[in-house]
């Protein structure tokens, strides 16, 4: 195929083999123009050493500045307002109420559900200070 191609080429006029060669080598010169050259970077150069680093690892660990997991922030845990006694009254409550979602299914409560709800947490919290009281 090769000597096809060759014997085709020699016996073009000379205006067509010119015309042919400028097809061949235009886009190969063409190729490498356009393109973005690509430069190494440049070191980072550091003016804290090992230790230093180390250190302050250490010291972020210590302040619980070091995100974990998935959020890539630090959150700060935050404090209910709910006792124990009144996270579980109300747990159960809703539990009662059909209210605790399973698998992908979505419930929202009504007014009357929730302040069933909220009532079961008053009367955890008062059962529980009459508790406190009585000790």
Do not use: C, K, W
């Not at 083999?17 to 550091?46: D, H, K, W």
Request: proline letters at 4%; a neutral charge.
């Amino acid at each position: 195929m090769n000597r096809n191609l060759l014997s085709a080429f020699v016996n073009l006029t000379p205006v067509a083999a010119t015309l042919s060669a400028l097809l061949v080598v235009m886009p190969a010169q063409a190729a490498g123009q356009g393109e973005a050259s690509y430069e190494l970077p440049a070191p980072i150069a550091t003016s804290v050493d090992r230790a230093e680093v180390q250190r302050l690892a250490v010291q972020a660990v210590a302040m619980d500045r070091i995100a974990r997991g998935e959020l890539g922030i630090v959150v700060e845990p935050g404090r209910s307002m709910l006792s124990r006694a009144q996270v579980l009254a109300e747990a159960a409550s809703a539990r009662q109420l059909g209210l605790i979602a399973h698998g992908e299914a979505t419930v929202l409560p009504s007014a009357a559900q929730l302040e069933i709800i909220q009532m079961a947490g008053q009367r955890a919290r008062a059962a529980e200070s009459l508790q406190m009281a009585a000790r």
